[in-house]
């Protein structure tokens, strides 16, 4: 059996290494290392596959956060409402930029910002809900939308992890995920669902006035050639990693399909297993599985984890310690957040291997070994 990875950017790339190679070529050949043809080819692709209206390519989906909250002018102080249960650069990029993190609890089945929540955390100092699409679950964005709209706040999708999913409205309208909000952030981090082989990312919105304050904020502030009428950064995609995004954003759906395969396969072998909750998914999203989590009860996910590892197989937790237990953090609060739905998900959960390149033998390896642990732990 091929070693079990998490992500098997090997044999991926093995697949598509002639088409790969030869774009990466053609760059070098160009020498439009940076703002070549293979970036504005990517942009205007992934326009496209997503359906919006602007697609700005970045350095990374941290940049692409902080760039969103620049140009939305938010002023130091003010609140923005986010997840605990997430990667740090969410809440990080906000801290940064002295505004304030405002951490609420996530919903138990989806594990995407809870609403209701939300709406409680309102205050006349909020400005802005950063969703994030964990795992590849979209939140649910219809209620959150109009919750935003009644209290005039702007809506930045945190879109790392779920490139490619789909939102359904009640009047059965879908739309891709990171397209909904104001503003969507991905990125294209090697091991996310449309990777480069460095960092990229990329930020998106469908309104015109937004996507030329991004671009700005982006390019040092720059409205024209030398003139810089706002404090910016310095955030772009280089061409070389467009140039493998470039082939990679066709075979996006296949390898979507492929996770989704084994998120079935292992929906199936694990649906009679007491300890075991499977990753739930909404009607309304079609999730992309760029984890999948299982949420493990009257066994210790630890022993679990390493139980796992003698046997070949890789598992991880996503996230241990959520950001309002973070010591970065401390000084928002702390641990004075009530967030019991995090903190029960932070002990509980651990993800177990899913990508594009996964084989029948590795498949069955990894449940056999889940349950051969499981079966020996009472319930
Ligand atoms: C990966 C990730 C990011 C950051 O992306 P980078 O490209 O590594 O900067 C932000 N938010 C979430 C939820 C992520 O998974």
């Known amino acids: 059996m091929v070693p ?16 790969v190679d030869a774009a990466i070529g053609e760059v070098l050949e160009s020498t439009a290392f ?14 496209s596959y997503l359906g919006a209206k602007h697609v700005i390519p970045c350095a990374n989906g941290t940049d692409a956060l902080q760039i969103a909250m620049m ?11 986010t ?12 801290a940064l930029l002295h505004l304030k993190p405002v951490f609420v609890d996530v919903d138990p089945k989806t594990y995407c910002l809870d609403v209701a929540a939300v709406e409680k955390a309102i205050t006349p100092k909020t400005k802005a809900i950063v969703p994030v699409h964990l795992y590849g679950h979209v939140a649910d964005m219809e209620p959150l939308m109009a919750l935003a709209a009644k209290h005039n706040l702007f809506v930045v999708e945190d879109n790392a992890q779920a490139i490619g999913a789909d939102y359904t409205f009640a009047d059965g309208t879908k739309k891709k995920a990171g397209t909904i909000g104001h503003i969507g952030c991905t990125s294209f981090f090697p091991s996310k669902n449309l990777g480069c082989y460095g960092d990229g990312g990329a930020i998106f919105t469908n309104d015109d006035a937004i996507a030329a304050q991004l671009r700005m904020v982006a390019n040092h502030g720059q409205s024209a050639r030398y003139y810089h009428d706002v404090v910016g950064c310095n955030s772009r995609l280089d061409s070389v990693q ?14 979507i399909s492929a996770r989704r395969a084994v998120a079935d396969a292992y929906d199936a072998a694990f649906a009679d297993v007491p300890q075991i909750t499977t990753p739930y998914r909404a009607a309304n999203s079609y999730h992309v599985f760029h984890q999948y989590t299982l949420q493990i009860d009257g066994a210790d996910r630890n022993e679990l984890q390493q139980y796992l590892s003698t046997k070949g197989v890789p598992a991880m937790i996503y996230y241990p310690v959520p950001g309002h237990r973070q ?10 957040f009530n967030l019991p739905v995090t903190d029960n998900l932070t002990t509980k959960v651990i993800s177990l291997p899913i990508h594009t390149e996964m084989d029948a033998d590795q498949l069955e390896h990894i449940i056999q070994s889940v349950k051969s642990f499981l079966n020996n732990t009472p319930a």
């Open 4 to 19: 079990i990875q998490m992500v098997d950017l090997k044999r991926q790339y093995t697949k598509i290494k002639s088409q």
């Open 34 to 47: 940076i703002n070549g043809g293979a970036v504005q080819q990517f942009a205007g692709a992934l326009q």
């Open 71 to 81: 140009a939305l002018g938010l002023q130091p102080g003010d609140e923005v409402i």
């Open 83 to 94: 997840p605990s249960f997430t990667f740090i650069a969410t809440a990080e990029v906000i």
């Open 242 to 255: 467009a140039a493998v995004l470039n082939i990679k954003l066709p075979l996006l759906d296949e390898y």
């Open 327 to 336: 010591k970065m953090f401390e000084h928002f609060g702390g641990a004075s």
